[in-house]
C-alpha cells in the first residue's frame, strides 16, 4: 500500500506546462538565495486552463526579511508579512497572469498543522498541488512534509464532526472542504466544496486511507471541541480575510479589480468599480465588504 508520502509526492511532482515553470522562475528570481520552492495550487491547475485567468503561486522563502530586502522590498512588507502572513502580489509573464502568496518556511509548516490558527494554507494545501520549482532537495522535502500535514489537519478536524452514517466514502473531505470555505470570507457558490472533491475523487480517496492507516484515532478528538475549534476558525478566518484584504491594497496594485473579477467569476454578480476605488482601494474595501456580505455574494 502506498504511504502518505508517498502519494502526495507522486502528486506534487507531477511535470506542468513549461510556461507555468517558467512563470515561477521569473517570480522567484528577484528573491535570490532566500527563495526556497514555489507551489502551484488553484483552480488554474484543476481546470488545466492558463490563458485568461490568473493562476495562484505560493512562493516560500527562508526569512522574510532577507527575502525582501533582497527583492529590494521596503521593510514594512517584511514586517507585515511576518504579523499577518501572507503578503499577496501580482505577477505577469508570457501572456499569463498570476497572484502570489509569501511564505516562510517556518510559518508553512505551522500553518499547515493543527496549529494554525486559520485555515486559508491548509484548507487550500489539502488539495492536489503541484511543487513547480525548488531551489535543493531540502527544500522540496519540507515543502512535501507540509503538504502532506496538511490533509491530515483537515481530517481530524472534520472527522468527528461528519456524518459517520453516511454512505460516501468521500463524505469527511466533503464536511471538511466546507467547513473550511465557511471559515473564510468567500466568493464562491455552495457547491464548491463538492467540485472540489469531485475533481480528484481517487486522489481523496487514497489520501483518505493512508491518513486513516497511520491515525487509527481520527475521529477521537470529542465533537464538542472541534465544533468549538471550527468556530474559533470561522472567526478569526473572517477576521483575517478583511486584514488580508486591506494588507492587499497596498501590496496589490489592481487588487479591488482583481477582486471584483474574483467575485464575479464565482458568485455571478457584476460588480464594477468606480474610479475613486481604484484611486482608494483600502477605503473602498471596507464599504465593498459589508455590502457583499449583506447581499449574500461574499459568505
Known sequence: MDSLNSLIAAEALQPVDPRVTAFAQAIVAPFGD?????????????????????????????????????????????????LIPPNVFPAAHDDLAAKYAVLSEADLAKATSMQAGDVSVWARFAQPVRIVWSVDAQAEARALDALCSAPVTLLRLAAPVAD???????????????????????????????????????????????????????????????????????????????????????????????????????????????PWQRKWPLVAALFLVPRLLKSGAVK
Open 34 to 82: 532566500t527563495a526556497r520552492a514555489v507551489i502551484f495550487y488553484g483552480s488554474c491547475l484543476r481546470e488545466a486552463q492558463l490563458d485568461g485567468l490568473m493562476l495562484d503561486f505560493y512562493v516560500i522563502v527562508s526569512d522574510y526579511g532577507q527575502a525582501y530586502a533582497t527583492a529590494g522590498k521596503p521593510g514594512w512588507m517584511a514586517r507585515a508579512n511576518a
Open 164 to 274: 459517520s452514517a453516511s454512505p460516501d466514502p468521500l463524505h469527511i473531505w466533503r464536511t471538511g472542504f466546507t467547513r473550511t470555505y465557511g471559515a473564510e470570507l468567500r466568493a464562491e457558490r455552495g457547491d464548491r466544496p463538492d467540485k472540489v472533491v469531485d475533481f480528484a475523487p481517487d486522489h481523496y480517496a487514497a489520501v483518505g486511507k493512508a491518513i486513516a492507516r497511520d491515525l487509527p484515532d481520527l475521529a477521537s478528538m470529542p465533537r464538542e471541541e472541534a465544533e468549538s475549534r471550527w468556530a474559533r476558525l470561522r472567526a478569526r478566518g473572517k477576521r483575517l480575510t478583511v486584514a488580508r484584504l486591506a494588507k492587499a491594497s497596498f501590496t496589490f496594485a489592481g487588487g479591488i479589480d482583481y477582486l471584483a473579477w474574483k467575485i464575479n467569476r464565482h458568485a455571478g454578480t457584476k460588480i464594477a468599480i468606480r
